[in-house]
């Protein structure tokens, strides 16, 4: 009993904290459309579902022009 109990509650601790902080480490900037003013996170594309170049690059949801990466360089300033 005092195994499962142990399990259980470090299998949802581990779930619970992966997903939030996964996210957050691995969003090195957001891919651009500078034509339509389209911002996509690099973490959000997969979620978005954005088609991709040859080279992986996504491409703009609406106009469907390859999409300018540009790195995140401090957050909380969005100036
Ligand atoms: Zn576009």
Not at 62 to 79: N, Q
Request: hydrophobic share 35%; net charge negative.
């Amino acid at each position: 009993m005092g195994i499962i109990d142990t399990v259980s509650s470090a299998l949802s601790s581990n779930a619970a904290s992966d997903d939030g902080d996964d996210s957050r480490r691995n969003s090195e900037g957001a891919y651009w459309c500078d034509d339509c003013d389209v911002r996509v996170r690099d973490v959000a594309v997969d979620a978005e579902d954005l088609a991709r170049d040859a080279d992986g690059t996504p491409l703009c949801p609406d106009c469907g022009a390859a999409m300018r990466f540009e790195r995140s360089h401090a957050d909380g300033c969005a100036c």
